[in-house]
């Protein structure tokens, strides 16, 4: 996380008050720290302090069986819903994601969305608008686009059917 800040370790040791080379056996593993310090380390890199605490192993392979995933449902005045299909990896910063569109008699959305992450739709089901930059592009079952997430844009159903759209929100690179 802190190369993905582009902070050196120097710069999160001077913010924390702390060694550069207690940070970096911190970060190694080599070493257990007060959870004050943690706490610290956290702040600076603007992760909550559970995600610095979480002992869970990154994992090669990760099951998410479809009766275990939950479906988030919004409002329908979002325009969508959507289930997440894997937790994203602390490391990675790729979220896949099953973004519903909302049928188009029900869909009063007109806001654009904005976020920092890049993203990749695939159709997989339905047909949509993509509203991209003030550009209107019609998108099939099978059809996919990669775009930047900080340029205006919303999911607009074609019809009464609605739509699944395969989503992944990546991270920009370091």
Not at 53 to 63: F, G, H, N
Request: net charge negative; hydrophobic share 35%.
């Amino acid at each position: 996380m802190r190369l993905r800040s582009k902070k050196t370790q120097q710069q999160i040791a001077d913010e924390c008050e702390i060694s550069k080379s207690l940070l970096s056996k911190i970060e190694n593993g080599q070493t257990a720290s007060a959870i004050a310090t943690l706490s610290k380390i956290s702040e600076a890199l603007q992760v909550p302090l559970s995600w610095v605490l979480d002992d869970k192993l990154e994992q090669e392979l990760v099951l998410l069986p479809k009766a275990h995933r939950q479906s988030k449902v919004g409002d329908e005045n979002m325009g969508y819903s959507y289930e997440l299909l894997a937790n994203r990896s602390q490391f990675n910063g790729v979220e896949p994601t099953i973004v519903h569109v909302t049928p188009k008699a029900t869909n009063d959305r007109q806001e654009t969305y904005t976020h920092s992450q890049d993203e990749f739709i695939f159709i997989i089901e339905g047909s949509i608008h993509l509203y991209y930059d003030g550009n209107h592009h019609y998108m099939e079952k099978g059809d996919s686009a990669y775009f930047q997430g900080s340029k205006a844009h919303l999911f607009i159903p074609v019809d009464n059917d609605g739509a699944k759209v395969l989503t992944l929100f990546i991270d920009s690179p370091l």
